[in-house]
Protein backbone atom coordinates (compact mmCIF):
# COMPACT_ATOMS: atom_id res chain seq x y z
CA UNK A 1 0.00 0.00 0.00
CA UNK A 2 1.45 3.54 -1.08
CA UNK A 3 1.33 6.21 1.43
CA UNK A 4 0.58 9.57 0.66
CA UNK A 5 1.03 9.40 -3.01
CA UNK A 6 1.20 12.95 -4.12
CA UNK A 7 -1.70 12.93 -6.71
CA UNK A 8 -4.03 10.88 -4.02
CA UNK A 9 -2.65 12.82 -1.04
CA UNK A 10 -3.64 16.46 -3.56
CA UNK A 11 -6.99 15.31 -4.24
CA UNK A 12 -7.75 14.57 0.02
CA UNK A 13 -6.28 17.43 0.92
CA UNK A 14 -8.36 19.72 -1.71
CA UNK A 15 -11.41 17.92 -0.22
CA UNK A 16 -10.42 18.99 2.97
CA UNK A 17 -10.04 22.33 2.64
CA UNK A 18 -13.54 22.80 0.54
CA UNK A 19 -14.56 21.13 3.74
CA UNK A 20 -12.99 23.67 6.13
CA UNK A 21 -14.06 26.96 4.03
CA UNK A 22 -17.42 25.16 3.74
CA UNK A 23 -17.71 25.38 7.63
CA UNK A 24 -16.56 28.50 8.37
CA UNK A 25 -18.80 29.95 6.12
CA UNK A 26 -22.03 27.47 7.08
CA UNK A 27 -22.36 26.35 3.65
CA UNK A 28 -24.98 23.37 4.58
CA UNK A 29 -24.77 22.06 0.88
CA UNK A 30 -21.52 22.09 0.94
CA UNK A 31 -20.76 20.45 4.05
CA UNK A 32 -23.98 17.61 3.29
CA UNK A 33 -22.31 16.61 0.12
CA UNK A 34 -19.24 15.91 1.27
CA UNK A 35 -20.59 13.42 3.85
CA UNK A 36 -20.93 9.97 2.23
CA UNK A 37 -24.72 9.44 2.71
CA UNK A 38 -24.91 6.23 4.35
CA UNK A 39 -27.17 5.05 7.63
CA UNK A 40 -23.61 3.80 8.32
CA UNK A 41 -22.17 7.55 8.51
CA UNK A 42 -20.84 9.29 12.36
CA UNK A 43 -20.26 12.07 13.38
CA UNK A 44 -19.39 12.32 17.05
CA UNK A 45 -19.27 15.48 18.10
CA UNK A 46 -18.78 18.26 20.83
CA UNK A 47 -22.19 17.19 22.70
CA UNK A 48 -23.97 15.12 20.56
CA UNK A 49 -23.53 11.33 18.83
CA UNK A 50 -24.74 11.38 15.36
CA UNK A 51 -25.42 8.33 13.73
CA UNK A 52 -26.31 7.80 9.76
CA UNK A 53 -26.20 10.86 7.32
CA UNK A 54 -29.87 11.80 7.81
CA UNK A 55 -28.99 12.43 11.43
CA UNK A 56 -25.81 14.62 10.28
CA UNK A 57 -27.99 16.52 7.85
CA UNK A 58 -30.31 17.58 10.25
CA UNK A 59 -27.28 18.64 12.57
CA UNK A 60 -26.08 20.87 10.30
CA UNK A 61 -29.60 22.49 9.26
CA UNK A 62 -30.14 23.17 13.07
CA UNK A 63 -26.45 24.47 13.93
CA UNK A 64 -26.02 28.51 14.65
CA UNK A 65 -24.11 30.34 12.06
CA UNK A 66 -22.58 32.43 14.10
CA UNK A 67 -19.15 32.17 15.55
CA UNK A 68 -17.54 29.42 13.06
CA UNK A 69 -14.56 31.04 12.06
CA UNK A 70 -11.64 29.61 13.48
CA UNK A 71 -7.76 28.92 13.27
CA UNK A 72 -6.47 25.37 12.15
CA UNK A 73 -2.94 24.39 13.56
CA UNK A 74 -1.38 20.83 13.42
CA UNK A 75 -3.33 19.48 10.60
CA UNK A 76 -1.94 16.12 9.33
CA UNK A 77 -3.48 14.45 6.09
CA UNK A 78 -2.64 11.04 4.67
CA UNK A 79 -3.71 8.89 2.62
CA UNK A 80 -3.57 5.16 2.52
CA UNK A 81 -3.61 3.73 -1.10
CA UNK A 82 -5.88 5.33 -3.46
CA UNK A 83 -9.35 5.43 -2.11
CA UNK A 84 -8.57 5.98 1.69
CA UNK A 85 -7.13 8.84 4.06
CA UNK A 86 -7.54 10.57 7.43
CA UNK A 87 -7.63 14.12 8.20
CA UNK A 88 -6.41 15.35 12.19
CA UNK A 89 -6.32 19.23 12.82
CA UNK A 90 -6.56 21.12 15.81
CA UNK A 91 -8.19 24.52 16.52
CA UNK A 92 -9.05 27.46 18.04
CA UNK A 93 -11.56 30.03 18.02
CA UNK A 94 -10.84 33.81 19.09
CA UNK A 95 -12.58 34.12 22.84
CA UNK A 96 -12.71 30.77 23.18
CA UNK A 97 -10.45 28.90 26.16
CA UNK A 98 -10.59 25.78 24.61
CA UNK A 99 -8.20 23.92 21.74
CA UNK A 100 -10.72 21.70 19.43
CA UNK A 101 -9.28 18.39 17.65
CA UNK A 102 -11.06 17.09 14.50
CA UNK A 103 -10.53 14.05 13.03
CA UNK A 104 -12.04 12.58 9.81
CA UNK A 105 -11.81 9.32 7.92
CA UNK A 106 -12.40 10.15 4.07
CA UNK A 107 -12.83 7.44 1.03
CA UNK A 108 -13.42 7.77 -2.59
CA UNK A 109 -16.79 7.17 -3.43
CA UNK A 110 -17.99 7.76 -7.48
CA UNK A 111 -19.17 10.68 -6.05
CA UNK A 112 -15.99 11.92 -5.33
CA UNK A 113 -14.18 11.88 -1.53
CA UNK A 114 -16.09 11.46 1.64
CA UNK A 115 -16.31 11.78 5.18
CA UNK A 116 -17.58 8.52 6.56
CA UNK A 117 -16.57 9.23 10.25
CA UNK A 118 -15.81 12.25 11.98
CA UNK A 119 -14.99 13.58 15.45
CA UNK A 120 -14.94 16.77 16.95
CA UNK A 121 -13.48 17.55 20.54
CA UNK A 122 -12.54 20.19 22.85
CA UNK A 123 -9.90 20.58 25.57
CA UNK A 124 -8.78 22.56 27.95
CA UNK A 125 -5.55 24.30 27.19
Do not use: C
Not at 52 to 80: C, E, N, W
Request: aromatic share 10%; net charge negative; glycine share 8%.
Amino acid sequence: MEINNPQTLAELTAAFERYEKALVGNDVAVLDELFWNSERTVRYGQGENLYGFDAIAAFRAARPSKGLDRTLQHTVITTFGPDFGTASTEFTREGVSQTGRQSQSWVRTQEGWRIVAAHVSLMQV
